[in-house]
């Protein structure tokens, strides 16, 4: 990702300077600010995993890679608030207050991990048995038929979704959000949307698998899902 990609909806002036833009901010943060910043999302998770499912769940992504999700939100909030975390002039006036604002991007992001509807549910340590104690070697369970069927599904309600979107933006970042882990989870994800967006985009949902349910059999409609 380069700095020009990221950096074409140039932040506002004030006073006469060009504000520093997120690519520009981050680069300049040291190792030690990096060290402290890796630090704190580690803490986070910890202490966000109160339940030994959620200390699972959260266990599957590290610290750094949970600072390197938050990195690359900013990074595209730069270039469409819509798309990422926006940064606003206050936060671009010192790395401290840059640093100020990341942190509480970090604490965003754990507590939407640790919120998730997987984080409930027991995540198994999956391994060789016989070489590594404690680990679980389970059948698998799955249909592939019905994991094909499933995974459809959800492609052409992403779809139905977007086309939506185009007539109601404010149902897009409820449809990024489920779009980033949607097609691997059981269950739409949680979202910071807000309540009256979320529930147009299931009532959207909804209508779209009654209408599929009218026209084939699914046996199970999908609704599940919601």
């Known amino acids: 990702m380069d700095q020009n990609s990221m950096t074409r909806g140039e932040p506002e002036r004030e006073g006469g300077q060009r504000a520093r833009t997120a690519f520009e901010l981050i680069r300049a943060l040291s190792d030690e600010r990096h060290r402290q910043l890796e630090s704190l999302a580690k803490a986070l998770m910890e202490r966000a995993g109160v339940t030994e499912q959620a200390r699972r769940y959260l266990a599957q992504t590290s610290p750094l890679e949970l600072l390197d999700e938050v990195f690359y939100k900013v990074l595209r909030g730069d270039r469409d608030r819509k798309l990422g975390?926006?940064?606003?002039?206050?936060?671009?006036?010192?790395?401290?207050?840059?640093?100020?604002?990341?942190?509480?991007?970090?604490?965003?992001?754990?507590?939407?991990?640790?919120?998730?509807?997987?984080?409930?549910?027991?995540?198994?340590?999956?391994?060789?048995?016989?070489?590594?104690?404690?680990?679980?070697?389970?059948?698998?369970?799955?249909?592939?038929?019905?994991?094909?069927?499933?995974?459809?599904?959800?492609?052409?309600?992403?779809?139905?979704?977007?086309?939506?979107?185009?007539?109601?933006?404010?149902?897009?970042?409820?449809?990024?959000?489920?779009?980033?882990?949607?097609?691997?989870?059981?269950?739409?994800p949680l979202t910071e949307a807000g309540h009256k967006p979320t529930h147009r985009a299931r009532t959207l949902t909804r209508r779209f698998l009654q209408r599929l349910a009218r026209e084939q059999e699914f046996g199970q409609d999908g609704r599940e899902m919601l």
């Open 85 to 188: 975390r926006q940064l606003k002039r206050r936060d671009r006036a010192s790395t401290d207050a840059f640093i100020a604002r990341l942190r509480g991007f970090i604490a965003d992001e754990v507590k939407t991990r640790a919120g998730r509807a997987e984080a409930a549910i027991p995540h198994l340590p999956i391994g060789d048995e016989a070489e590594e104690p404690g680990m679980i070697d389970p059948p698998d369970p799955t249909d592939p038929i019905r994991l094909l069927e499933h995974r459809d599904l959800k492609r052409a309600i992403l779809a139905e979704l977007w086309r939506a979107a185009k007539r109601e933006k404010r149902l897009l970042p409820v449809i990024q959000r489920w779009e980033e882990s949607f097609l691997a989870d059981d269950r739409v």
